[in-house]
């Protein structure tokens, strides 16, 4: 039987993050994607005290651009990728300390970079970790676990046709069971405004403690307030505790909505990066996400280019989690 993997809160041995590496896909954010992602590989770091930082820069170029700006605890790693969305492309570590790599078609075909289809197994086997490929598409953003087997999902991503037509719930429990380990499913319905996944619930609603989900509280004319209301009448249902953090509210670039969240921070070992758009709940959402772990330290990072690629910290990240013999 599959162990679930650990949750984010348990113990990394290191993580992987995505460096920006390809101006062509980047443009002008490129070099304020850069420096936002070494001031979040610096910090989860936390000048060695944190977890093992693994850089993966897709090139030489890209690798030279970080080597003189990363600071203890934060190393370099070189391969081949599209884009940093490491959180959807790098295999998933379970709870026995195998790693399930996944199919991956571009988020439902609409971005096809390449080197994104295998770079997660290419990665496991560099760390040298023994993996299982598994025959569906899934994203780990996707997904989120407690650790004890509960899972929340969106409707709207995990049962789009552009992922695996035709795939029911029933289906998918069963393969996120055989698979993952997961013998319970929250099923959201769908995720942010405008999010360029189809709905990942990184962006919607986090696993803060064992049963315990943190959603957005909604803002005044926020664009996500029926979807925000709606996760969490889901999770109360199902006996689901809910913790409210602050919502950015209506965020536009260009006169366009763009999906801005705080619950896409990423957990470390020491410190817990939270992003931030320079909207007024910035240090609200930062001291709510540090109310959930009192044992390490939130830190609020600006993430405003990084997002201008769809995603942020929590997107370009995958943790390696301790796993005890």
Aim: proline letters at 6%.
């Amino acid at each position: 039987m599959t162990l679930p993997p650990p949750p984010e809160w348990a113990d990394h041995e290191a993580v992987l993050i995505g460096f920006p590496s390809h101006p062509d896909v980047w443009g002008p954010p490129l070099e304020g994607a850069r420096a936002e992602t070494l001031a979040f590989a610096n910090a989860i770091a936390d000048e060695g005290r944190g977890e093992r930082v693994l850089l993966v820069c897709a090139d030489g170029e890209a690798a030279r651009a970080a080597m003189t700006r990363i600071g203890k605890g934060v190393e370099i790693l070189t391969a081949a990728f599209g884009d940093v969305w490491l959180r959807d492309t790098a295999a998933i570590v379970t709870g026995d300390g195998t790693a399930r790599a996944f199919r991956f078609n571009g988020w439902g075909g609409k971005y096809d970079f390449p080197g994104d289809e295998d770079v997660g197994a290419r990665l496991a086997r560099r760390r040298h970790i023994e993996f299982e490929l598994c025959d569906w598409v899934l994203e780990g953003g996707s997904i989120d676990g407690d650790g004890t087997g509960l899972v929340v999902t969106t409707e709207q991503c995990l049962l789009n046709r552009n992922r695996n037509p035709g795939l029911s719930k029933a289906r998918a429990e069963d393969w996120l069971y055989r698979d993952l380990g997961y013998d319970r499913v929250l099923w959201l319905g769908d995720g942010l405004v405008n999010d360029h996944t189809d709905g990942h619930v990184d962006n919607l609603a986090r696993f803060v403690g064992p049963n315990r989900l943190a959603i957005p509280e909604p803002e005044e004319n926020d664009p996500n307030w029926l979807i925000y209301q709606d996760a969490a009448r889901r999770a109360e249902a199902m006996g689901v505790e809910v913790v409210r953090i602050p919502s950015p509210g209506r965020v536009l670039v260009d006169d366009e909505v763009v999906p801005a969240s705080y619950m896409n921070f990423y957990i470390g070992n020491t410190v817990v990066a939270v992003p931030t758009y320079g909207q007024p709940n910035d240090a609200k959402a930062v001291a709510a996400v540090q109310a959930q772990f009192p044992g390490r330290r939130a830190v609020g990072l600006r993430a405003d280019h990084i997002l201008t690629g769809g995603g942020s910290f929590h997107c370009i990240s995958q943790q390696l989690p301790r796993i005890a013999a």
